[in-house]
């Protein structure tokens, strides 16, 4: 078993987090390129419907799983993983397959009547196979980060990533001859041949985890705790059902509650474009512009971000077993401190550069407003999951519910009076996301505080906004001073390339960058030893 300790774990996931994100970005560029930006619009309007659908079979369960199979771990029953994994795949696959069948048969009246543009139809039929994928593999994830082994999760999720790049290009390619819809069904499809490979690698990886543990165990013992337990299936299916589902449906009622209001966003938007007086086929565009190609760049740190919610479940949990305080605050500081000192050099570079970042990324000027007016509210978004991830990890999933539900009440009711106004139209959105970052991170701030008795760490944030703001101002300058014939994208990393390292001086100095936490690190900790 290769269970990790907390900031390896972070780090194998982190990594596979930023290949990821930086793989990403491939179809991210090239799909506007082949699809354009109205295509991109049709293949992220029926993206939130699926969500919602996810989040209503596994929205809670993967994080159920995590913290019941390590609670098991650390009470030394593996029996009582594997029938924690048994009960949740029966439960997922069944609903994954029931909900499958009811998009097949809603499609046209959803696509209709709730998407706003019938023309979605064709990616909503694309995506539904999807559903199953996602809610065995889900339970897969969860399996393998209770036990705090984050590598299967970390390979799949790169392979999956490999796959889904090249399946969205080709097959949007191979169906654009026949109209804008069915190449953004084509990209649509990618996704699927992507999540689909990347079960087949946690299908093998658990195979091979399997194969290790009878060959570590008695095979005569083995195979009395197969039989107790297959005697005792009936009777504790029902149990486990109900502890996966106690944890579950609070979890999963806050994760709806985004979803949820992904999908109203996506619908209010549209109409409120519609009101402002602009057209389907603009509104779609623009809406393609701010999710598919704005939103994107600004979650590119989320690969830390998530990477610490997804190892600090577990580790929070164990810790929680013990009664173990010390470890729980050191944790949650050690998250909040890594997703702030990472973030910010993104944020700043996003907002000073924003007009050469996208004419890089995208070939497109017109859009660098949007991401300007987001970036520097892209810290507060950072820190987040890692308070979400500990509220939802110490049992107090309800109150994370409350704040996600206030901050989407207050975003959709804000979409529909700015966006309203043809004065600001897109820009009404952006001001009402920007809103619910700060209203949800507020209040995710003050829960934890208040559960914890936790105090936040404000000088940390103090000194974090200090380095961003000498650093945004020293990649302005040298942006500014290298304009004289050389490439943009040679001023563009020039710029942004010596701007972070005057950023990472500056963080050392003020002790930021914890030393001890860089000798924890797999493979580049050697070089930090005393």
């Not at 999933?397 to 529909?416: E, F, Y």
Request: hydrophobic fraction near 50%.
């Amino acid at each position: 078993m290769n269970k990790q300790t907390f900031i390896q774990g972070t780090m194998i996931l982190l990594v596979a987090g930023i290949v990821n994100r930086i793989l990403g970005f491939i179809p991210r560029i090239l799909l506007p390129r082949v699809i354009g930006a109205e295509g991109v619009g049709l293949y992220q309007l029926g993206y939130p419907f699926f969500l919602v659908i996810v989040t209503i079979i596994t929205g809670g369960i993967p994080l159920a799983v995590a913290k019941l199979v390590a609670e098991a771990e650390s009470s030394g029953q593996p029996a009582k993983s594997t029938s924690i994994l048994r009960t949740s795949l029966v439960f997922t696959t069944a609903a994954g397959f029931l909900f499958t069948f009811l998009c097949l048969f809603g499609a046209p009246w959803v696509s209709r009547y709730i998407l706003t543009d019938s023309r979605v139809y064709h990616t909503f039929i694309a995506m539904s196979p999807m559903i199953v994928i996602v809610a065995v593999s889900s339970v897969y994830r969860g399996y393998f980060q209770g036990k705090q082994d984050m590598i299967p999760s970390a390979v799949s999720s790169i392979l999956e990533t490999l796959v889904r790049i090249l399946c969205v290009l080709w097959f949007s390619y191979l169906l654009l001859p026949m109209g804008i819809t069915y190449a953004a069904a084509g990209a649509m499809l990618g996704v699927v041949a992507g999540e689909l490979a990347g079960l087949g690698v946690l299908l093998w990886q658990y195979r091979r985890l399997k194969k290790r543990e009878q060959d570590a165990a008695d095979i005569e013992t083995e195979q009395e705790q197969n039989n107790s337990i297959h005697e005792k299936e009936s009777s504790l299916f029902g149990a486990t059902l109900r502890r996966i589902l106690k944890i579950a449906i609070p979890v999963t009622g806050g994760r709806l509650v985004g979803s949820l209001s992904y999908l109203l966003e996506s619908i209010t938007t549209a109409q409120s474009l519609a009101i402002a007086g602009i057209g389907v086929a603009m509104a779609t565009s623009q809406y393609g512009a701010l999710q598919g190609m704005v939103i994107p760049l600004l979650l590119l740190p989320g690969a830390l971000t998530s990477s610490l919610a997804v190892s600090l479940v577990p580790s929070l949990a164990e810790a929680q077993a013990r009664g173990d305080m010390r470890t729980i605050h050191l944790r949650l500081h050690q998250s909040l401190r890594l997703a702030l000192v990472t973030g910010a050099p993104f944020a700043a570079i996003m907002y000073v550069l924003a007009e050469p970042l996208c004419l890089l990324i995208y070939n497109d000027a017109e859009i660098a407003g949007m991401l300007k007016t987001m970036a520097p509210f892209a810290l507060l978004l950072y820190a987040q999951s890692p308070l979400q991830a500990t509220l939802q990890a110490l049992d107090k999933p309800g109150r994370a519910l409350i704040n996600t539900l206030v901050g989407a009440i207050i975003k959709i009711s804000l979409i529909l009076y700015l966006a309203s106004n043809p004065a600001l139209g897109i820009y009404g959105a952006i001001i009402a996301i920007i809103i619910n970052f700060i209203v949800v991170t507020l209040l995710h701030g003050y829960s934890v505080a208040r559960v914890l008795n936790y105090r936040m760490p404000y000088l940390d944030l103090l000194k974090v906004c200090t380095a961003m703001v000498i650093m945004a101002g020293a990649a302005q300058y040298l942006f500014s001073q290298m304009n004289f014939g050389l490439p943009l994208m040679v001023q563009f990393t020039s710029a942004a390339g010596a701007s972070v390292l005057l950023y990472l001086a500056l963080a050392g100095g003020m002790g930021l960058i914890d030393l001890q936490d860089l000798r924890r690190i797999p493979f580049i900790g050697r070089w930090f030893k005393p």
